[in-house]
């Protein structure tokens, strides 16, 4: 049968694939799925171009979280190597369905930090997601082989004022996590709350919508 329009990729970047559907999620008040997740933080991480930042792909946090093997975990995580990295992000989702893509109904961040030793993590609904996080951070804290490494459930994160915008939050934060690294204030000894207090606000997260459409329609423009 042939491909229906909703399935007629409209872009391809690094190693994200978006398709037509996609823009109707983002020209609507609806959740966002893995692909555009996938997409913005592989925009970021041309955008922070760092040797020292990773930002980690929806399906891979996904199985990292969710991987029952210790030993196939160490063999699947190792071409990332995670432990030369200084700041690493992950985009959580709750869904606990290992056969169901892209399943789920909450996004949240999780973000260690190397210097501080910290994974902290970012709900935008009052911690829905705090027992994933802390299992990935279980899983994370195995395979580094540190576990003094700490765990902070971000209570003052800023939190979502509808039930569909929890991926931009997660988007809007691991901007401002990677606008912090690149100015060097990850030297101070300081993480970067206060930075993601004064910026992540409901307007600025409603805005990346239109935003990242915009991008797109640019991006679009450049092939």
Known sequence: MPKSSADEIILSYNDAVLRQSDLGILNNPY????R????????????YPSEHILLVPPSIAFWTMNCPDTDSLKDFLQPLNLPSKKLIIFPINDNDDMELAEGGSHWSLLAYEKTANVFVHHDSFRGA???????????????????????IEYGCSPQQVNGYDCGLYVLVIAKEICCWFDSGAHGNGDLWFARVKENVTPSTVSSLRVGILGLIENLRGLK
């Open 129 to 151: 997601n705090s027992n994933h996080a802390e299992r990935l951070y279980e899983k994370l804290v195995l395979y580094l082989g540190d576990d003094e490494a700490s765990y």
């Open 36 to 47: 555009i997740i996938e997409f913005y933080l592989s925009y970021l991480s041309t955008t």
């Open 31 to 34: 959740y966002l799925n893995d």
